[in-house]
């Protein structure tokens, strides 16, 4: 992990950087090594392609604007400000190192996925990943993803493990900027056909993609990936998350320390960024009678894990499932019938109401909902 690192964060003597990245971006990685952390998004992103590059396993990235990232958190490709040079780290590991390939597409979802999935098919050893620029961009491979993705190894016994990464989470940017569409891609999960997730910290992601080519099996993996936590502060991962014997967790207990766990009253379920801003007002109104589970893993649906976790709130009376999305979206249609039947409770709902539009338009109502939902999880 060190080695992947310092290659990360090392350039080419006589190589101009910007001076934003020269500044910001590279020190905070070479501290972040320094000290175990703090490790966000991006980086965990290029330290297991890093780990999978190094153990043979070729890594291919295609997307709008995924060399930069849409959000200018990854730079997996360097540019020399003089002489607009490339330098790419992931590409200097090592003599016995795989292929690494990151290329910027052109805004034709169904053609560049289409292109992408056969490629998954054709080179069965290597990471192939397709990015998004906004999750909501996907509408325009839905076929793809129709016919072929979610059922070409029921229908010819096609496998693939591609992967897509779909920026998602609702913080005001309006209708198209906002949802990746998650209650589609729950509709058409079967049969244990493809992986869905929703993530909320680097190193789960990390450990998401390294699986991918680490089991034996080779499913699609749909991946809700973060906007605003590729910067927020609390959305980080240290060192040791990250090494042997850690893992992949499609359920994440709370990190709060229940001194007393027959005192929670409540139990609240969540997926994704929304858990971030749970867990700030309840620490701003020193709730500590409610706990809040992270499903990482939305299908398949691992019940005995939840069924573990929520064990030990055994005298909690009420349980919540909170999104951000509106009642007819998102995983609450598909989440609450699994989630009582674990429960044998009934499960209730806070999130926005139906809507014909996945967002609001106006930032100023974004908020308002925004608001009257986190507080709604806590009082339902």
């Given amino acids: 992990l060190q080695h992947i690192g310092r290659v990360l964060t090392s350039l080419p003597d006589g190589f101009h950087l910007h001076p934003t990245l020269a500044k910001r971006f590279i020190p905070r990685r070479i501290e972040a090594l320094e000290e175990g952390g703090p490790i966000d998004w991006a980086f965990a992103e290029s330290l297991a392609w890093g780990g999978l590059l190094m153990e043979g396993n070729p890594v291919r990235l295609s997307g709008q604007d995924c060399r930069r990232g849409t959000f200018s958190q990854r730079h997996a490709v360097f540019y020399d400000s003089d002489t607009r040079d490339r330098y790419i780290p992931l590409q200097h590991l090592g003599e016995d190192q795989a292929k690494f390939c990151v290329y910027n597409s052109l805004l034709s979802e169904f053609a560049v996925l289409g292109f992408d999935y056969g490629y998954s098919l054709g080179a069965p050893g290597m990471l192939t990943m397709w990015e998004a620029q906004f999750g909501d961009f996907s509408n325009g491979a839905q076929v793809i993803i129709d016919q072929f993705i979610s059922s070409a190894e029921s229908k010819w016994q096609t496998p693939s493990d591609i992967v897509l990464l779909l920026?998602?989470?609702?913080?005001?940017?309006?209708?198209?900027?906002?949802?990746?569409?998650?209650?589609?891609?729950?509709?058409?999960?079967?049969?244990k056909n493809m992986f869905v997730g929703n993530f909320s910290t680097p190193a789960q992601y990390f450990h998401a993609l390294r699986r991918q080519k680490r089991r034996s099996i080779r499913k699609p993996m749909i991946v809700m990936t973060p906007k605003s936590l590729l910067t927020r502060a609390e959305a980080v991962s240290r060192e040791e998350d990250f090494l042997e014997g850690t893992c992949f967790q499609e359920i994440l207990a709370d990190p709060m320390t229940f001194d007393d766990p027959s005192r929670v009253s409540r139990v609240i379920f969540c997926s994704g960024k929304v858990f971030y801003d749970l867990e700030a007002y309840r620490r701003e109104q020193e709730i500590n009678n409610a706990a809040i589970i992270r499903v990482e893993q939305l299908y398949p649906f691992h019940h005995e894990m939840l069924e573990a976790v929520v064990g030990q709130f055994a005298s909690a009376s009420k349980f919540v499932w909170c999104q951000e999305e509106p009642?007819?979206?998102?995983?609450?249609?598909?989440?609450?019938?699994?989630?009582?039947?674990?429960?044998?409770?009934?499960?209730?709902?806070?999130?926005?109401?139906?809507?014909?539009?996945?967002a609001a338009g106006s930032k100023a109502v974004h908020y308002r909902e925004q608001k009257a939902l986190i507080e709604k999880a806590f009082s339902v």
């Fill in 167 to 191: 920026p998602h989470g609702y913080e005001g940017m309006g209708p198209e900027h906002s949802s990746a569409r998650v209650e589609r891609f729950l509709l058409l999960c079967a049969e």
């Fill in 327 to 358: 009642l007819n979206m998102g995983a609450w249609s598909y989440i609450s019938p699994r989630l009582e039947k674990v429960l044998d409770r009934r499960v209730r709902y806070a999130g926005r109401d139906r809507a014909s539009s996945p």
